[in-house]
């Protein structure tokens, strides 16, 4: 991870893709600012809008300058768990299957390898009973396990 930006430089980048001046900044321009500021995020467009949804506090739907910094530090903190999440997505379908899941269960701390166990936790992560692991559902599962350390998450 990138040392952290100090508040001038946090305004100063906030100011510069607030194209309209207005003090805040909708998704279209944190898109833009994401791929210009930080072009690996281009192709990762679930990263973004996780960070995007968990840095609006306020839930207006746009990122104030209060919230841009923590919008950052998430990025990253994403982007961490989307390339784990990757890793276990063998078939690259953006989801993960039981048996994904269970050939990879040890890359997300999950140290049994009791099938019952295992699916009794895959269950609990799909929250939705679609039968597959989402971005989403694994982000929220990896923020309870603390799967990847954050200064964004404390």
């Not at 840095?55 to 300058?65: E, H, P, V, Y």
Request: proline share 2%; charged share 35%.
């Amino acid at each position: 991870m990138p040392e952290k930006l100090s508040k001038e430089k946090i305004k100063d980048t906030f100011r510069r893709f607030d194209y309209n001046g207005n003090g805040i900044l909708s998704l279209a321009e944190i898109d833009k600012a994401a791929i210009e500021i930080y072009p690996q995020f281009a192709d990762e467009k679930p990263v973004l809008m996780r960070a995007y949804k968990a840095a609006d506090a306020s839930k207006d739907g746009f990122i104030q300058l209060n919230e841009f910094s923590r919008l950052i530090d998430l990025l990253y903190y994403y982007d961490e768990l989307y390339h784990l999440f990757q890793q276990l997505d063998k078939n690259k379908d953006k989801r993960i299957s039981f048996g994904e899941f269970k050939k990879g269960h040890d890359l997300m701390g999950i140290t049994t390898n009791n099938i019952d166990e295992l699916k009794k936790e895959f269950a609990k992560i799909d929250t939705n009973d679609g039968g597959y692991i989402l971005f989403d559902e694994f982000c929220i599962y990896a923020a309870k396990k603390k799967l990847v350390e954050s200064e964004a998450m404390a």
